[in-house]
């Protein structure tokens, strides 16, 4: 594994820095340069849940799609938005437990980007699975 921090967007709700975004849950997004994913590690706190202790799952959609963002951001300048967005909760998130997303960019179609993600937990189950189609913006 050869990790690469990304740089991340300031403002961004997922991997903003607090002073642009006070909101931000700051997390820090990785590259890895061999096996060519997104490597994205959290641990969720009470403030991230919806029914008590288990995280909510419009977040955890949040933190899968810029894990696919950035699959396709790490070597591509252009801007791409998110057309088509699919998620399969599996194993509830807990929180207080480390996680760990990964996103892929699976291929370019013209304009589309087609990309997949995972969530899992420290025993390497698949807890959240997601896909997208991003669009690059004219
Ligand atoms: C890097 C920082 C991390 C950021 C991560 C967060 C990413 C986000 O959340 S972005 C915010 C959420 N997304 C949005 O707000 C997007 C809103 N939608 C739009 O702006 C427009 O519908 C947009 C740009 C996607 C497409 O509009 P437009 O440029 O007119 O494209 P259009 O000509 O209709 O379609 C272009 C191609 O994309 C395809 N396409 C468009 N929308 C979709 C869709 N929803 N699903 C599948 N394919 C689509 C079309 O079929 C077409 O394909 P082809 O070229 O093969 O014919």
């Known amino acids: 594994m050869s990790l690469v921090k990304l740089q991340g967007t300031p403002s961004c709700f997922v991997c903003g820095n ?3 975004n006070p909101r931000s849950l ?3 997004i990785f590259w890895d340069n061999e096996s060519r994913y997104t490597f994205i590690s959290f641990i969720p706190d009470e403030s991230w849940c919806g029914y008590e202790g288990m995280v909510h799952g419009g977040l955890l959609a949040a933190i899968i ?3 696919m963002a950035w699959s396709i951001k790490a ?3 252009d801007i791409y938005v ?5 998620i399969s909760f599996r194993k509830e998130v807990r929180c207080g437990k480390k996680y760990v997303a990964h996103g892929f960019l699976e291929r370019k179609e013209g304009r589309r980007a087609y990309t997949s ?4 937990d420290e025993e390497g189950n698949t807890c959240v699975e997601g896909g997208a189609i991003f669009i690059r913006v004219k």
């Open 117 to 120: 993600a995972v969530i899992k």
């Open 82 to 86: 998110t057309g088509k967005l699919t």
């Open 75 to 77: 070597s591509d300048d």
């Open 18 to 20: 607090e002073n642009d």
């Open 65 to 67: 799609d810029d894990a």
């Open 26 to 28: 700051g997390l820090n």
